[in-house]
């Protein structure tokens, strides 16, 4: 079982940065990365990025391409979502859960041990 817990989030305004971190604690050594996720209310969950624990396999989603930027450190067991240039409809709780498969890795499916979630609310 692996336990997330997710931090950083608050306030900002548009145009603003924030940096995310998700600590996991426990048995992550059976799967192949980490993602983030987020919810808008009234939405379904999305894919935001992933990233394997090796680094590569980073992928994101179009519409945070270039302002946001998902990394590891492996020693610490955390990944963090930096997030630059944003934007108000990136306002939504962002959940980072762990990634057991290796294939479809922009979908809920391949994720499991989802963190509680950490609200980011972007005023314009």
């Known amino acids: 079982q692996v336990q997330l817990v997710e931090s950083g989030g608050g306030l900002v305004q548009a145009g603003g940065s924030l940096r995310l971190s998700c600590a996991a604690s426990?048995?992550?050594?059976?799967?192949?990365?980490m993602g983030w996720f987020r919810q808008a209310p009234g939405k379904e969950r999305e894919f935001v990025a992933t990233?394997?624990?090796?680094?590569?396999?980073?992928i994101y989603a179009d519409s945070v391409k270039g302002r946001f930027t998902i990394s590891g450190d492996n020693t610490k067991n955390t990944v963090y979502l930096q997030m630059n240039n944003l934007k108000p409809e990136d306002t939504a709780v962002y959940y980072c859960?762990?990634?057991?498969?290796?294939?479809?890795?922009?979908?809920?499916?391949?994720?499991?041990?989802w963190g509680q979630g950490t609200q980011v609310t972007v005023s314009s």
């Open positions: 859960a762990v990634r057991v498969s290796i294939i479809r890795a922009t979908m809920l499916a391949a994720y499991n041990n």
């Open positions: 426990g048995r992550t050594f059976n799967s192949y990365g």
């Open positions: 990233t394997s624990w090796s680094g590569g396999g980073t």
